[in-house]
């Protein structure tokens, strides 16, 4: 019991403080922002949303996050392709040597998340035709291919998981995904949109997200995964990162076909349960600019970003 009221008033904190990213700054005037790294990028996203069994799901998730559940009672899981092949821009603004950032494209990363729940809001992004309420996500793990990306999420308390390769193949209405794990073991991601009926035009999406993590790269423990900060018993190992994206819908929203395949006792097999799904929804962004702004908790305890999350550069008139 006393584990479960700590929890709630651990992740009613946390999102408290996700909602004031423009909140005060520190005694003296002077803001500390507690960014551990920042990127923003342009590229292709496809994500697809499927079922999952809600006990696989929570043996990934802390009792402290609500699972989002459909109305059969599975959980809600989620894979995020992004390939960013010429401009995917990093920086650490509160420490050298990636102060001022540098371009790491061509870059390509992998998000397996769980939908959780969270306060509803919508959000307005300049710019956008339709905006996407605020979506909130568990992040089992980030698939990326470079050491420094990799040490970049795992800095920021975020589930890196270093790969051998992701290839994107765009086809138009169709793409093709790759990934090698360094085991040798192989997933894919396959998408096709249908354009019929196509909008008149390509639609501007905007939307925000939320993405948390507790703890290292594996199933939860017997304590949740929870470290605790000895100066204050606040729990200290969660990031959080805001997310902000604008990006063109060549078709209708959710209106992509993705189907996931993986070979046996691979993370996605052992995150969500299969190793073959095809998805329920899914949305093809292209392009999509997008802004991450990425911190831990044991700094999201005491300090707030220094200023608003900055809105991703605007996208060409159609």
Known sequence: ???????????????MLGLMVTGPF?????????????????????????PVDPDIALQWVPPAFDLVLDAQGMATGAV???????????STPNSPPL??????????VVHFWFQVQGPSELLPVPGAMINTPTAYYYDVADLVTTQEAHSLY????????LVSDISFIDY?????????????????????????PAPPFPLKLGGNSWQYHVGGNGKMGNNSGVSLN??????????????????????????TQVEIGADPGTIFEDC????????????????????????RGDLLWTDYPSSPIPVPPALPEP
């Open 154 to 161: 795992r800095r920021a308390g975020r589930p890196a998981v």
């Open 99 to 108: 102060a001022d950032g540098e371009s790491v494209a061509p870059d390509s």
């Open 26 to 50: 520190v005694s003296g005037g002077v803001p500390k922002n507690p960014s551990l790294f920042e990127k923003r990028f342009q590229g292709i996203q496809i994500v697809a949303f499927f």
């Open 272 to 295: 969500f349960g299969m190793a073959y799904v095809v998805a329920s929804r899914g949305t093809l962004i292209s392009p999509n600019n997008v802004v991450l702004n990425a911190s």
């Open 1 to 15: 019991m006393k584990r479960k009221v700590l929890w709630s008033l651990f992740f009613v904190a946390a999102l």
């Open 172 to 196: 138009g209405q169709d793409q093709a995904v790759e990934i090698t794990f360094r085991n040798g073991s192989m997933m894919y991601v396959e998408a096709h949109t249908n354009f019929i």
């Open 80 to 90: 995020a392709v992004i390939h960013s092949a010429e401009y995917c821009f990093i």
């Open 230 to 255: 000895p100066a204050n018993g606040n729990p200290s190992n969660l990031s959080a990162t805001k997310a902000q994206f604008l990006g063109l819908t060549p078709g209708m929203p959710n209106s």
